[in-house]
């Protein structure tokens, strides 16, 4: 996806051939030739990304960096920084500031826009997952976990254990994080048992140039390690072949987040770990605020139970299920006796609390393949799959006893509650005929309306009671 591209220089040449390079590839480009221009422009079209141009010196780049980090239009959007030079130190100083990279004039062709694709397509994932976890916030459907950080895996990726030996000693002194050395192989063959790592380092082998290339896309087809980052660390031999950078560019293209194109050096690798490691943990935070949150918009937020959104779509599996077993099923409405007055008399405090001891109770005396929800204030549903009338009796007599033989505690009190329970069983050949006429949905409904009619028939009959459907008795 194109995006919104600043690029601040002083120099309107440098300008124009930067804006040159990066619409080739469809980006729109805002320019800015000072500062005060520049911080006018982050805040009026926030940009996408920011490109520094090589007519700021190596300090008036990394100093920019950090204004712009400090900017609140301008916090979280990706700097590079474009240089005349490059050496390591040039590039450690740009990353230290809080630059994504620093690219000399050699990798500011094909390189820099991949280099451009990579920091927009990590941008628009976590923009996306941000915007969703926002509306869970606003609707307020979960909350942020702890900020507590533990150490990350970091697997060190190398065809020869030698080498990857060597890396993993030069970088235990510098970082926090457990690291291990793997072969390609065993890399992609690792299993849930054995954890996945958060940070993958990639030797590039110039022997075998493509190797790594085919690693980093079975990476990212892989459903385990599609999240983690990567970092390919090329080997300076590399510079002398022709265009190093077009393949290297490949490489991000392919799926690795960064590469280092100095080779393997420790402080420099240790600085753009930790930024990746920061953005995996921010991406993971996120798709599990929005993960929970879809749970939790699943449930019902004092009992834990399902509730209707998700009991309704169950019970249309269940019944399908059903009709190609040829075994039967039922529902299972119950309902608290009087909950009314159990709020009128102790107060919600007390009625919140007979509901979630209710739920307990009816949870320990299902069977695991059994579906229990909430669907309203003091009424709760039960599916039982893969049944028949007689097990369906015995389970509906135990419940009832559960809720009635005990009062319920609620705080200080102790209360006596009873339940109603309405029960309707499927006849699957009525199901079969409704699915062969696609009306399954249509048999689904009659059948709640039976239970809920039993529940009614319970309830007039005095209460406490066990009532079954006309069709089940």
């Not at 699915?435 to 309306?449: C, F, H, I, P, R």
Request: proline share 6%.
């Amino acid at each position: 996806m194109p995006g919104q591209i600043l690029v601040i220089d002083p120099v309107a040449a440098n300008r124009i051939v930067l804006r040159s390079r990066v619409t080739v590839s469809c980006h729109s480009v805002v320019q800015a030739g000072s500062p005060d221009e520049a911080f006018d422009r982050v805040s009026e079209n926030r940009p996408d990304l920011i490109l520094l141009g090589p007519g700021l010196t190596g300090p008036m780049a990394c100093d920019m960096v950090r204004r712009l980090a400090g900017f609140p239009a301008g916090r979280g959007v990706p700097v590079l920084i474009l240089t005349g030079s490059f050496d390591p130190e040039a590039v450690r100083a740009a990353l230290l500031a809080g630059a994504e990279d620093a690219l000399d004039p050699e990798a500011q062709g094909a390189f820099l826009l991949a280099r451009i694709r990579a920091l927009l397509r990590q941008r628009g994932a976590l923009d996306e997952i941000a915007a969703r976890s926002l509306t869970e916030q606003q609707l307020g459907l979960s909350e942020d976990a702890a900020a507590f950080v533990q150490p990350a895996r970091i697997a060190l990726v190398t065809q020869r254990p030698v080498k990857g030996r060597a890396w993993q000693a030069a970088l235990m002194p510098l970082v926090p994080h457990r690291l291990s050395w793997l072969d390609p192989q065993a890399a992609l063959s690792l299993s849930p048992e054995d954890g996945h790592p958060d940070l993958y380092i990639v030797e590039d082998n110039p022997d075998q140039p493509d190797d790594s290339l085919r690693f980093l896309a079975e990476l990212r087809s892989r459903q385990s390690s599609r999240t983690a980052a990567a970092i390919l660390v090329s080997d300076p031999r590399a510079r002398r072949q022709e265009r190093p950078a077009d393949r290297l560019a490949m490489a991000l293209d392919i799926g690795a987040n960064d590469v280092m194109r100095h080779g393997f050096i420790p402080e420099e690798l240790v600085l753009r770990s930790a930024l990746h490691l920061a953005r995996k943990r921010d991406g993971d935070r996120l798709r599990n605020r929005v993960e929970d949150g879809l749970r939790e918009a699943l449930r019902d937020p004092l009992t834990g139970l399902y509730n209707r959104r998700y009991a309704m779509p169950h019970i249309d599996r269940i019944a399908e299920r059903a009709v190609q077993s040829g075994r039967g099923f039922a529902l299972m409405m119950v309902d608290l006796d009087r909950f009314k007055s159990v709020n009128d008399t102790h107060g919600h405090a007390a009625g919140d609390r007979v509901l979630v001891e209710t739920a307990a109770r009816l949870s320990d005396n299902i069977r695991k393949q059994d579906l229990l929800a909430r669907i309203g204030g003091e009424e709760f549903l039960i599916a039982m799959p893969d049944t028949d009338l007689d097990r369906v009796r015995m389970a509906a007599a135990r419940l009832r006893r559960v809720i009635a033989d005990r009062p319920m505690s609620a705080g200080q009190l102790l209360l006596p509650v009873t339940a109603s329970i309405g029960i309707a069983m499927a006849d699957i050949a009525a199901f079969r005929e409704a699915a062969a006429a696609g009306q399954s949905g249509t048999a689904v409904q009659a059948l709640l309306e039976r239970a809920d009619k039993a529940l009614y028939s319970a309830k007039a009959q005095g209460r406490n009671t066990v009532n079954f459907g006309l069709s089940a008795a």
